[in-house]
């Protein structure tokens, strides 16, 4: 059996980065005679096989013919007479299309090295543009590596955007389109995603509610980087390094996007901006399947992280009944995502980067206090329906009015 170790797993390892899982073409063999050397079939529209017992993938030498448009139209060959450099061809980019030998010999027809030194995403051949996904899979490559330096080949650029053109995008679904945008949350450099579709002018097509905040103006004072869509990216930026869960990174993502409607006579001000957004933030979240655990933060940052700003301003009563809203009072809440994305939303400034962010610890001592405060005497009261409510909600306030008050000695 002739087998080569090919695509992200080559590439990483030339990169020196860690290697999640290898993937293994294989030539010159046949389904029948895979099975009959005890590989197990799992590929539902091309051969591929499990080893029996590495259990790693096997996946026969193939070439791809495009049928119909979007990214299932495809009619694919495999036979033992499919060679490698023809497989290899078929990939999206030079440095995915390397191979190597079981003892490390590096098989590269496409330059994929080279281009693997110089930082430069490089599509191998016209029949990039057959797929969309492959827009996708660029800017999320983009988001992985683009702290090493990596660039978008001036031609693969030329060729994306006459696929947005072309409406090849049009054909994405939405389950793809979230999976490639989970991805591209959990790498390093998650703005980078945005900036290559922006780049190819996919993200009006794939992400409007996104680039509708391009262009838009919001005061100086506040924000010196001045443009919307700019700010999103910084508040993405700095979620990154405050946290590795993706759903925060999605909610300073998306906090702005009431943004987008503030009428262009009131700029460069966004009046009620945080409610605004909402149905927008909803229409994207049914559109994309998005699931509920980064819905419900991405509608609680949007709602009140300029609550969470002026944290020092609040009543005790409002204060309370912020942290009420955001199941602060319960065992399995999300305070601290909450609050990381806020923190995100305050440094994704220019300029404000490195200012502490002291709204965070008084909403945690407050939310502390209130959640601990003794409810056994009302509850063993005569106190009955929504007048037991009120009466907890009375001691929360005490207890975070307390907080206030040892916070602003301090």
């Not at 170790?5 to 293994?24: C, H, I, S, T, Y």
């Not at 990381?340 to 300029?351: F, I, N, S, V």
């Not at 509850?379 to 001691?395: F, P, T, Y």
Request: contains cysteine; aromatic residues 8%.
């Amino acid at each position: 059996m002739e087998i080569y170790l090919v695509g992200g797993a080559v590439r990483d390892k030339l990169l020196n980065f860690p290697v999640m899982e290898q993937d293994w073409v294989v030539l010159g063999e046949t389904p029948e005679s895979m099975i009959k050397q005890g590989f197990r079939p799992v590929g539902k529209d091309f051969p591929v096989f499990l080893h029996p017992k590495s259990h790693e993938e096997y996946a026969l030498a193939r070439t791809e013919r495009k049928t119909a448009p979007g990214y299932k139209g495809f009619a694919v060959h495999a036979s033992p007479d499919v060679s490698l450099e023809q497989d290899l061809l078929r990939r999206d980019l030079t440095i995915n299309a390397m191979a190597m030998t079981p003892q490390g010999q590096l098989i590269d027809p496409y330059g994929g090295q080279r281009d693997l030194e110089n930082r430069v995403f490089r599509h191998i051949s016209p029949a990039f543009a057959e797929d969309p996904v492959r827009i996708l899979r660029v800017a999320r490559f983009a988001a992985r590596y683009g702290h090493l330096g990596f660039k978008l080949a001036e031609e693969t650029r030329k060729l994306m955007q006459s696929m947005v053109a072309a409406g090849e995008v049009d054909f994405l679904v939405p389950e793809r389109v979230w999976a490639e945008l989970v991805k591209a949350l959990g790498e390093q450099s998650p703005s980078a995603f945005f900036y290559t579709l922006k780049d190819c002018t996919a993200l009006e097509k794939i992400f409007p509610e996104i680039n509708r905040l391009f262009g838009v103006p919001q005061p100086e004072k506040h924000h010196p980087e001045i443009d919307t869509g700019l700010h999103s990216m910084l508040c993405l930026e700095q979620a990154a390094l405050l946290s590795a869960c993706s759903e925060v990174r999605f909610a300073a993502l998306v906090h702005d996007l009431g943004k987008g409607l503030s009428p262009e006579g009131q700029w460069p001000h966004h009046y009620d901006h945080e409610k605004k957004g909402l149905p927008v933030l909803e229409q994207l979240c049914v559109r994309l399947r998005v699931p509920n655990a980064f819905r419900i933060l991405a509608i609680q940052v949007m709602q009140y992280h300029t609550h969470c700003h002026r944290a020092f301003e609040l009543r005790a009563s409002t204060l309370t009944d912020v942290l009420s809203a955001l199941g602060a009072f319960k065992a399995n809440n999300t305070l601290n995502e909450f609050l990381l994305a806020c923190e995100a939303d305050a440094k994704g400034r220019t300029g404000f980067e490195q200012r502490p962010y002291p709204q965070a610890e008084l909403f945690r001592r407050a939310a502390n206090a209130a959640a601990s405060v003794d409810t056994s005497a009302i509850l063993n009261s005569e106190l009955q329906g929504a007048k037991i409510g009120e009466a907890i909600r009375r001691l929360r306030v005490k207890a975070v009015a307390d907080v206030i008050n040892v916070v602003k000695q301090l």
